[in-house]
């Protein structure tokens, strides 16, 4: 019984030894080409946009569509395409945008572009949605509207948002939830590098490109960092997208940084603040309105105090050295001590 004992124990050694050193030997596959990628992406979604339409006439004689309202559908082969219905190829808009030294197309579908603020890049926006794959798989949903900083989420999300606008105007209702009115609505078809690109995610495999439905309520100008510079503005000279900025090469991003030149004063004390307030958001709204700004100067997002008051602040990019530098990115520039 031992002998036998021993010879089983040695063969489970033997395949235990075996199925280890497979395992450190599998090295996970590269992410593909990404040039290659959207070349494969861009051929597969003008086919969806060329097989798929949607319920045209009908989503569009609504004041409000929502999300259930669009509904797309395949063209099979052989099938006459429906009345009141539109290819979706013939309706889309298409972008281009460049990420990762990639030129990318991704398309935009605007049943109602909305009748309020357009976000940036970098905002922060309320929104109902709905994900899916070409395939018509839907992998995931809001049931209420979410809040989304731009800055991170999907890359298509970032670049399709500010093509559209806010809710022109809002009702609180008795039982807290909140009515919107006027809101921009559409829908985004996306090319895997813009979306989850080689990453798989629960419901969506590598390489899937992404089709989202969306109505955007509100949003909010984004200033990560508190510096009284919005995050939109601190970006590359070269590209208006790229956030990834590091002025005094502290490996944080001037978007983050509240000291963006590292010269030991902060961002928020190397420009001019000048405050404004108003009974009413309006008045605040004509009062900065009539003032004639310098290219070197912008109005901060009104802010409501908690008197009910309203506030804004005019900024101005001081260079004092007049190097055409501003003094909060110019570490050669000393802050005077009073």
């Known amino acids: ?93 298409q972008h281009s945008t460049t990420l990762l030294e990639v030129d990318y197309k991704y398309y935009i579908l605007k049943i109602k572009p909305g009748e309020g603020e357009s976000p940036n890049f970098s905002d922060s926006v309320r929104v109902n949605y709905s994900g899916s794959l070409t395939n018509g798989s839907v992998f995931d949903s809001s049931t209420t509207p979410v809040v989304f900083d731009l800055v991170y989420v999907i ?6 948002m500010p093509e559209f606008k806010t809710s022109g105007s809002y009702v609180s209702n008795p039982d807290g939830s909140v009515s919107f009115d006027g809101f921009g609505m559409g ?83 190397e420009i001019e603040i000048e405050p404004y307030t108003n009974t009413t958001e309006q008045g605040l709204q004509d009062e900065l309105g009539a003032i004639e700004l310098m290219s070197n100067q912008f109005i901060s997002p009104i802010s409501t105090l908690a008197d009910g008051t309203f506030s804004a602040n005019i900024i101005t990019l001081v260079d004092d050295n007049e190097n055409g530098i501003p003094n909060y990115l110019d570490d050669t520039y000393t802050v005077p001590v009073p």
């Open 187 to 269: 829908a985004m078809f996306l090319p895997s590098g813009l979306g989850y690109f080689s990453t798989y995610r629960s419901g969506i495999p590598s390489y899937s490109n992404l089709v989202f439905k969306f109505e955007i309520m509100q949003m909010e100008i984004n200033d990560h960092d508190s510096d009284n510079i919005p995050s939109y503005m601190e970006v590359s000279v070269s590209n208006e997208f790229d956030l990834l900025i590091d002025t005094d090469e502290d490996k944080v991003y001037n978007f983050n940084d509240s000291d963006d030149d590292g010269d030991g004063t902060a961002t928020s004390d």
């Open 155 to 160: 890359t298509g999300w970032s670049r399709v």
């Open 1 to 93: 019984m031992n002998y036998k004992y021993s010879i089983l124990f040695i063969c489970l050694l033997i395949l235990t030894v075996v199925s280890c050193e497979k395992d450190e030997n599998t090295v996970a596959a590269p992410p593909n080409d990404r040039g290659e990628q959207q070349v494969i992406d861009s051929i597969s979604l003008k086919s969806y946009l060329s097989t798929h339409y949607y319920n045209s006439a009908a989503v569009n004689s609504l004041a409000n569509p929502r999300l259930e309202d669009l509904v797309i559908t395949e063209l099979l082969d052989g099938e006459t395409l429906p009345i009141n219905t539109t290819l979706l190829i013939d309706d889309v808009e």
